[in-house]
Every structure is written in C-alpha cells, then in structure tokens.
C-alpha cells in the first residue's frame, strides 16, 4: 500500500497507528466545543486515503436490484434538497484500550475520543433513492432488494485490497426521519480527504463502521452485504468466545450503538491541589435515543450526584423534544468533592432508560468493541 500521499494532520491529535492513519484527539479537547472541529475529529482507515481529484468526472453509481441504474455528479447531488444534520460518529473501537487491559483483545488501541460531533451537510439517501423508483418507507424494492451497499474506492488489506463496503437495511436508507446522508460537507465545509472527500455516507446512531467514506457505488442487494467489515469483524461476541472457537456466522452485524459516556476534563491519572473537581465530558446513545441524564459518584457508586448537560449552546432538558440534536451528543458538567477511595466514576442514562454497565469483564468480546462499562478516572492529593 502506498502511504506516500496522505493529507496533513493537526500535530496535536494521538496517533494510535500510522499506516493506516488511526488518531483521536486528546480528551480536553474534546469537550472544548459542541461541534467537534475537523482537526480534532477522530480520524479511522483502513488503508491509504485515496486520491479522487477530477471532480468533473467524478460519479457516484446507484445500481443493483433497481428498475434503472444511474450515474450522479457532485453538481446533481448538490441541487437534491440539502439538509444539515448534527450527529455524532462514534467509532466500535472507542475504548478499547481499557478493555483490552482486562484481557487481550485484537484491533487498533484507542482511549476515550474515538468519536466527534459534526454537522453533516448533504443529500438524503431516501431522496436518492426515489430517483431509482424506490419509494419512501419501503423494505423491499420491486426487484426484491432489502439492502443497501456502499462501496468506497479506497483499498484495504481486509478485503484483499478490494474496497471498502457495509450496507444498512432498505427500510432505514428509505426513512427520512433516519437521517441517513450522502454528506459533502462537514462543519459547513466542503469535506476533507480524512474524512471522505468528495462525498461520504453518514448514518446517524449507528456505529462508525457503516458510514463509508470516498463512495463510489450504492447497490440494492438482497442480503445484507457480504464484506470483510460486516461480515468478519464488527459484531459483538459473548466473552465466553475467543479466537480458537469463534464462527462468525453466529452473530448479527452491530449497527445502533449502546448507551456511552466519558469524562474527558480528567485524565486516567491525576494529581489535584484543590478539594472541588471539575467532572466534565460527553453522553451519546445510538438509534437516535437522547440521554436522558448522566450520573456522578466519587465513593465507588453508592451515591451519585447528576451532572448539568448541555446541547447546542443551551441548557437542555430531557423531556423535550429532542428535535434535530437526536443524533447529537450531551456535553455534561459537575463541580464534586475530591473523592475519598481516589476514584471518579461517570455513567449516562439513555431515553429508554439503558444504561452503562459497571463493570467491563461482562461485556469483554475478543474485538473489544462497545467498551461502554462506567468510566473511572483516578485523582491524588499532590502533597
Ligand atoms: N470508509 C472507508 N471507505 N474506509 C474506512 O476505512 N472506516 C470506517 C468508516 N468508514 C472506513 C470508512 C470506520 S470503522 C469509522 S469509525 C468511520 O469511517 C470513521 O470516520 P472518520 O475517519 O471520518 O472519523
Ligand atoms: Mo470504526
């Protein structure tokens, strides 16, 4: 694979692996805006980021079970009526660094900022698809198509230098209220190479996995898509399954992610002088669920105090409407005593009451995606 081209990168981000580029911001920075700026959004590959610069030819093809295949240009897509949609892309691997200190697990290592909150501007994906004659709402199209495949044109090792792909059911890529995008911007500019230049999929409250990036192809199939990355890799095992007796045929591919959160003010370690701490960090729960508060404790979970939140610029209450931050995180912050046993914990509580478990050996799987066990911090008196 060919490295030699790569896009320059904030010098600040965390570089879990060169190449592929894999690199989290660091924590403060995280919770220093709402919307998460380029620079210090998450940036996850599988290989080298692909060159696509002749944006005049440039077309994304909509093909498969369809009555009638077509071709669109960047200038096609931009006259489909553009929505904005702020959503955050959390990564499966977010956390992983944690889970794999309980028990060895296999994929790039990542602390706490494997995710970001953008705004996404683009086309909706149920507004393209009715060009090719698949209605809104629809679980089926007229030639038995039941799923939607995006097909990048990066190359990855996993797909034996084949590209990119994952799908999403029909009956999402149809729903408006899904949100489902072909985005071309990002923060209201025009996308960047990291990120999916010229033109990226994003599919809120799902893991990050199936929202591809530099599209090259959208295909009705009939089953759910057969790569690498669906098939081979995203999916939550039981921790009872490990390398010598895993079939990865067993489990279902994870689209919606769980319930989240982390404080991100503090690091893993910290010495402190003062008594009050400030606890701030993000909340985030998947399939378009809002947080519905988020815990403090610092005697190990017997009490727990609930944070302040905060969405867009204003204090948010949970039993609103949650309008088009659904798919956005909660920032959320409390001023705590020093803890007595050194420890800090932080939980979140998603609209449908889910929450966080306490501990991450119940939930430890072999790929150790979806690390969302309560997070801990440690402060020390410095003497
Ligand atoms: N799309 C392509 N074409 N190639 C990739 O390697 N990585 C996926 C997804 N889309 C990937 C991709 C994964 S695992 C994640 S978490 C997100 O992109 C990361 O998006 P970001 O780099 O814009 O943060
Ligand atoms: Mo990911």
Same mark, same amino acid.
């Given at each position: 694979?060919?490295?030699?081209?790569?896009?320059?990168?904030?010098?600040?981000?965390?570089?879990?692996?060169?190449?592929?580029?894999?690199?989290?911001?660091?924590?403060?920075?995280?919770?220093?805006?709402?919307?998460?700026?380029?620079?210090?959004?998450?940036?996850?590959?599988?290989?080298?980021?692909?060159?696509?610069?002749?944006?005049?030819?440039?077309?994304?093809?909509?093909?498969?079970?369809?009555?009638?295949?077509?071709?669109?240009?960047?200038?096609?897509?931009?006259?489909?009526?553009?929505?904005?949609?702020?959503?955050?892309?959390?990564?499966?691997?977010?956390?992983?660094?944690?889970?794999?200190?309980?028990?060895?697990?296999?994929?790039?290592?990542?602390?706490?900022?494997?995710?970001?909150?953008?705004?996404?501007?683009?086309?909706?994906?149920?507004?393209?698809?009715?060009?090719?004659?698949?209605?809104?709402?629809?679980?089926?199209?007229?030639?038995?198509?039941?799923?939607?495949?995006?097909?990048?044109?990066?190359?990855?090792?996993?797909?034996?230098?084949?590209?990119?792909?994952?799908?999403?059911?029909?009956?999402?890529?149809?729903?408006? @209220?899904?949100?489902?995008?072909?985005?071309?911007?990002?923060?209201?500019?025009?996308?960047?190479?990291?990120?999916?230049?010229?033109?990226?999929?994003?599919?809120?409250?799902?893991?990050?996995?199936?929202?591809?990036?530099?599209?090259?192809?959208?295909?009705?199939?009939?089953?759910?898509?057969?790569?690498?990355?669906?098939?081979?890799?995203?999916?939550?095992?039981?921790?009872?399954?490990?390398?010598?007796?895993?079939?990865?045929?067993?489990?279902?591919?994870?689209?919606?992610?769980?319930?989240?959160?982390?404080?991100?003010?503090? @690091?893993?370690?910290?010495?402190?002088?003062?008594?009050?701490?400030?606890?701030?960090?993000?909340?985030?729960?998947?399939?378009?669920?809002?947080?519905?508060?988020?815990?403090?404790?610092?005697?190990?979970?017997?009490?727990?105090? @609930?944070?302040?939140?905060?969405?867009?610029?204003?204090?948010?209450?949970?039993?609103?409407?949650?309008?088009?931050?659904?798919?956005?995180?909660?920032?959320?912050?409390?001023?705590?005593?020093?803890?007595?046993?050194? @420890?800090?914990?932080?939980?979140?509580?998603?609209?449908?009451?889910?929450?966080?478990?306490?501990?991450?050996?119940?939930?430890?799987?072999?790929?150790?995606?979806?690390?969302?066990?309560?997070?801990?911090?440690?402060?020390?008196?410095?003497?």
């Amino acid at each position: 694979s060919d490295y030699s081209h790569e896009p320059p990168r904030h010098p600040s981000l965390k570089i879990n692996s060169k190449d592929p580029f894999n690199a989290e911001p660091p924590r403060a920075a995280l919770i220093s805006s709402y919307v998460t700026s380029v620079d210090f959004f998450y940036k996850r590959n599988h290989g080298p980021i692909p060159i696509v610069d002749d944006l005049e030819r440039y077309r994304v093809s909509i093909g498969g079970l369809v009555e009638k295949s077509i071709e669109l240009s960047m200038d096609e897509l931009r006259k489909l009526p553009k929505y904005n949609i702020t959503a955050t892309l959390q990564c499966a691997g977010n956390r992983r660094t944690a889970m794999s200190k309980m028990r060895t697990v296999k994929g790039v290592g990542w602390d706490i900022a494997a995710l970001g909150n953008a705004t996404w501007g683009g086309a909706k994906l149920s507004d393209v698809l009715e060009i090719v004659g698949i209605p809104k709402l629809s679980s089926n199209s007229s030639l038995g198509g039941r799923h939607v495949e995006f097909i990048s044109v990066d190359k990855c090792k996993e797909e034996k230098g084949g590209p990119y792909k994952a799908s999403i059911p029909l009956r999402q890529a149809t729903n408006p @209220e899904a949100d489902v995008l072909l985005a071309y911007e990002m923060n209201g500019e025009v996308l960047n190479r990291d990120h999916g230049f010229p033109l990226r999929v994003i599919v809120p409250g799902v893991i990050g996995a199936r929202s591809v990036k530099w599209l090259d192809r959208i295909d009705i199939i009939k089953d759910e898509c057969q790569g690498f990355f669906m098939q081979k890799d995203y999916k939550m095992f039981p921790p009872s399954v490990d390398w010598d007796n895993i079939d990865w045929s067993t489990r279902k591919s994870q689209m919606d992610f769980p319930v989240q959160c982390a404080i991100c003010s503090l @690091e893993d370690d910290n010495l402190i002088n003062q008594g009050k701490i400030t606890v701030a960090g993000y909340a985030v729960s998947g399939g378009g669920r809002g947080i519905e508060r988020v815990d403090i404790s610092v005697d190990g979970g017997k009490k727990w105090i @609930e944070a302040g939140r905060y969405q867009k610029d204003m204090p948010y209450f949970a039993d609103d409407d949650l309008g088009s931050e659904k798919w956005a995180w909660v920032l959320f912050k409390a001023v705590v005593d020093a803890p007595e046993n050194g @420890e800090i914990i932080a939980k979140a509580v998603d609209t449908a009451a889910n929450v966080q478990p306490e501990n991450v050996d119940v939930i430890w799987n072999l790929r150790g995606i979806l690390n969302t066990s309560w997070h801990r911090v440690r402060v020390q008196k410095a003497s």
